[in-house]
Each structure stands twice: as structure tokens, then as C-alpha cells.
């Protein structure tokens, strides 16, 4: 396995279709910086800069990114635009909106044609917390620090829940 990601260039890109996504997005930073993994967050919308996304996306790799989460609401198209224009992973997260709750969102990246694949977490804070689990998850298959520092939070997350178990048997509150 690579121990290479100590360096700088971001290796993982957090696209939104709009400023306001950020609220939620943040959650995403949070779990990149918790594993100290390089990254950079950008506004492109599919639909109002076409031109940019195209430019983004055909260029990522050699940038150095690995892996891009995407952030779109009603229409959602960002996360499929660039999964057609890269090889790289994509993954998608879908935003609340006012009209449909985000179930708009979820279809619009869920139902990809065939050949050019979206991974899509949950709607809102929670998806954007797994897009950045799941993007440190495809890191750690070629990076052992990474590999290792996963594979602590989920023993971190089983002690919670055993002791959070061992509380409410003794009689205790949550």
C-alpha cells in the first residue's frame, strides 16, 4: 500500500451545484479533515456553468484528485455530468429541497443510465458524512495509514454502541 498521501494537492473534490450546499457539505470536511485527507471544495454547477464543470471534470485526475463528491439538489445533474466526463469515482449527495424533501435529488443521481455510475449516499448531513467515509474507504485500498485509521473509527463506533449497551442494561439513560 501507498503511504504517499502526506502531500498537498488535494485528492478528493467537493463539488456543490450551489453555495448554499455548503451547510450541509461541511459535513464532508469535517470526516476528510478528521482523516487528514487532502481536499478542496468548489461551486460548479451543471446547468448555470457548463463550460466549468467540463473543464473540472476532464482535468481532476491530472490535478491529482482520486475520488469527487458531488452535491446537487432538485435536478442533481452535477454528480452524473461529471461522472460522464471522468473515470473517476463519483459520489453523489444528494441535497434536501424545499419541493420534494430531496427525494427529487436522490432519483435524479440513483437513476444513472447504464456505463456511467454514480454512487449516491443518503439525502442531506448524514450522505455527505458517508460520501467522505466511502471516498476514505476507496482511499485505503491503496493507502495504509488510511487503511488503519478506518479501521479505528469503526472499532471507535462498535465501543460506543457496547458501552451505550452495557449503560442502558445497568439501568442507566442514554
Same mark, same amino acid.
Given at each position: 500500500?501507498?503511504?504517499?498521501?502526506?502531500?498537498?494537492?488535494?485528492?478528493?473534490?467537493?463539488?456543490? @451545484?450551489?453555495? !448554499? $450546499?455548503?451547510?450541509?457539505?461541511?459535513?464532508?470536511? @469535517?470526516?476528510? +479533515?478528521?482523516?487528514?485527507?487532502?481536499?478542496?471544495?468548489?461551486?460548479?454547477?451543471?446547468?448555470?456553468?457548463? $463550460?466549468?464543470? %467540463?473543464?473540472?471534470?476532464? &482535468?481532476?485526475?491530472?490535478?491529482? *484528485?482520486?475520488? *469527487?463528491?458531488?452535491?446537487? &439538489?432538485?435536478?442533481?445533474?452535477?454528480?452524473?455530468?461529471?461522472? !460522464?466526463?471522468?473515470? #473517476?469515482?463519483?459520489? &453523489?449527495?444528494?441535497?434536501?429541497?424545499?419541493? %420534494?424533501?430531496?427525494?427529487?435529488?436522490?432519483?435524479?443521481?440513483?437513476?444513472?443510465?447504464? &456505463? *456511467?455510475?454514480?454512487?449516491?449516499?443518503?439525502?442531506? +448531513?448524514?450522505?455527505? +458524512?458517508?460520501?467522505? %467515509? #466511502?471516498?476514505?474507504?476507496?482511499?485505503? #485500498? !491503496?493507502?495504509? /495509514? #488510511?487503511?488503519?485509521?478506518? +479501521?479505528?473509527? /469503526?472499532? /471507535?463506533?462498535?465501543?460506543?454502541?457496547?458501552?451505550? $449497551?452495557?449503560?442502558? /442494561?445497568?439501568? @442507566?439513560? *442514554?
Amino acid at each position: 500500500m501507498n503511504q504517499g498521501m502526506e502531500k498537498t494537492t488535494p485528492i478528493v473534490a467537493i463539488v456543490m @451545484g450551489s453555495k !448554499s $450546499d455548503y451547510e450541509v457539505m461541511k459535513e464532508s470536511v @469535517g470526516v476528510l +479533515k478528521e482523516f487528514g485527507v487532502t481536499h478542496e471544495v468548489r461551486v460548479i454547477s451543471a446547468h448555470r456553468t457548463p $463550460d466549468r464543470a %467540463l473543464v473540472f471534470a476532464t &482535468g481532476a485526475e491530472e490535478q491529482g *484528485i482520486k475520488v *469527487i463528491i458531488a452535491a446537487a &439538489g432538485k435536478a442533481a445533474h452535477l454528480a452524473g455530468v461529471l461522472a !460522464s466526463l471522468t473515470i #473517476l469515482p463519483v459520489i &453523489g449527495v444528494p441535497m434536501t429541497t424545499s419541493d %420534494l424533501g430531496g427525494l427529487d435529488s436522490l432519483l435524479s443521481m440513483v437513476q444513472m443510465p447504464a &456505463g *456511467i455510475p454514480v454512487g449516491t449516499v443518503a439525502i442531506g +448531513k448524514a450522505g455527505a +458524512k458517508n460520501a467522505a %467515509l #466511502l471516498a476514505v474507504s476507496i482511499l485505503a #485500498l !491503496s493507502d495504509t /495509514r #488510511l487503511c488503519n485509521e478506518l +479501521k479505528s473509527f /469503526r472499532q /471507535r463506533m462498535r465501543e460506543d454502541v457496547e458501552a451505550a $449497551d452495557a449503560e442502558v /442494561r445497568q439501568g @442507566g439513560q *442514554i
